[in-house]
């Protein structure tokens, strides 16, 4: 009965693990769609900023608009479909790891070399995609606003504040695939003396 659950219930880590994976790429593929479409993408533009080009009268209480770009170049569209698909591929990235992850510690075997190896994966792809992501962005946006004849502040790419909890979750796997590694290596260094 023990081996079946323990079989169950690694089952269900890969089909969560599948199923969020199929959602990331679900998800990029109508991005990409709407990106790629006769009505361009969705930009989300400052009122501010917005105000001249769309017309907004000044007492506007407006903080944000949501605007379509469809002057959008293949440059623009370009740097708004790498973005999404930078962020779809560390999606995939990152459910893989987890699911070796937790099949190790399923079997028993948690500090083996895969689930370290898995936990730094997973440190290091959100890493990567905290600090490219709003580059990538960034530079899909500002094609977008200049195609509409909006003012882009280039330094809004450099905000990482909304990104934060991803990067510490990336600090954190890091201790704890360093962590692992101790634990490996003091397993290798009592495995003769029990």
């Known amino acids: 009965m023990a081996a079946g659950t323990r079989t169950t219930g690694a089952l ?25 479409g006769p009505e361009g993408p969705a930009v989300t533009v400052g009122a501010d900023a917005a105000s001249a080009a769309l017309g907004l009268s000044v007492g506007t209480t407006v903080d944000t608009v949501s605007v379509r770009a469809p002057d959008l170049g293949v440059g623009g569209r370009s740097w708004m479909i790498a973005a999404v698909l930078l962020v779809a591929v560390a999606s995939v990235v990152v459910a893989a790891a987890l699911m070796r992850v937790a099949l190790a510690v399923r079997r028993g075997r948690v500090f083996a070399g895969g689930a370290t190896h898995a936990l730094a994966v997973i440190a290091g792809t959100l890493t ?20 509409l004849g909006i003012r882009f502040e280039t330094l809004s790419m450099l905000d990482l504040l909304p990104l934060l909890p991803i990067l510490l979750v990336a600090v954190a796997a890091a201790v704890l695939a360093s962590a692992f590694a101790q634990g490996e290596r003091l397993q290798r260094d009592t495995k003769g003396l029990v």
Do not use: C, K, N
């Open 12 to 36: 269900d880590l890969v089909v969560y693990g599948v199923a969020a994976s199929l959602a990331a790429l679900a998800v990029a593929v109508f991005r990409i769609t709407e990106i790629l």
């Open 128 to 147: 990567a995609a905290v600090f490219a992501w709003p580059i990538v962005d960034g530079m899909g946006r500002q094609h977008a606003m200049q195609s």
